[in-house]
């Protein structure tokens, strides 16, 4: 049997709530009104907020296309031996990919049909995406966790799979993601009301929010992971979690975003400080006790803002 029926784990468990979440469909939403708000859009606002959907567009073909490699990893590892059922896992992966596929299918009839190109590369010049780190990392992250395959090695997969559920989950979905999700509200509540109204970009935004959803379940089972994979080997927190993380605190958190804001009133600070209370509970989650420099989140910050 694939699934012991007396033990469902988190993995089933976010599986089933899927099943019946995830059923939405990006052809369902007519983009009339979506069109006509879009022209209304200043050129230096259009630019803007193409800039953040060119970075999802491009993310969610990249993660579409690199979580393969995570079920081949999982199905190679001694099951019996880890603190977790790797088939419950990879039946939730295999939700996953469909799930990605059909994020990556919105933003491409989007861009189609409101914004009139399929062309992201000249909305990401400005660096903004590339910031120190990018979802075309997982390209080499799933090269990775092949060469573990290859290996055969238990610990190296295990490893490989840390870095690479840290790397996709970890920061791809629950820092950059959530950003990103963050920065749509400000823009679009801050449209609505220069223009007097409710909302703008309705279809977007309710397309948007079953994608959110979408991801919640991902990042919640991508931490998950994340935790039995440091009860397997405990040290893989000091030896891949902690630099990964230190890695993206000082190419991101700390970053400046120095960027053209045409939106009145956009509040970057808000969107800094509630990433930080995301990074926190992640590390909350797999056990801040294992962190030794990111375990308090803000004071590791505040520490490292005042040794620049
Ligand atoms: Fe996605
Ligand atoms: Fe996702």
Redesign the pocket.
Known sequence: MPVDYADREKSYELYRNGKREGTWDPDDYDLTQDREDWSQFSTAEQHRFLATCAGFYDGEED?TRTLAPYMMALDALPNDEMPFDTVQEEMYLAQ?VY??AK?TDFFSRYFAEVFGTQDTAQYREDGYQEQGYSTEDLYDTADELLAAVNSGDRTELVYALGEAYLNY?GIV?AQL?RAGYLSFDQMIELKADEMGREVVLESFQTAVGHIRQ??TR??ENGRWVMRKLADAEPDIVQDVYEPRIEEYVENRLLAETDYEQPFDGYDQQRIAEQLTKYLQDTIDYIGADRFERYADVSSALEERAAAD
């Open positions: 993660v996953q799930e990605e994020h989950m979905e993601a979408d991801e991902h990042i």
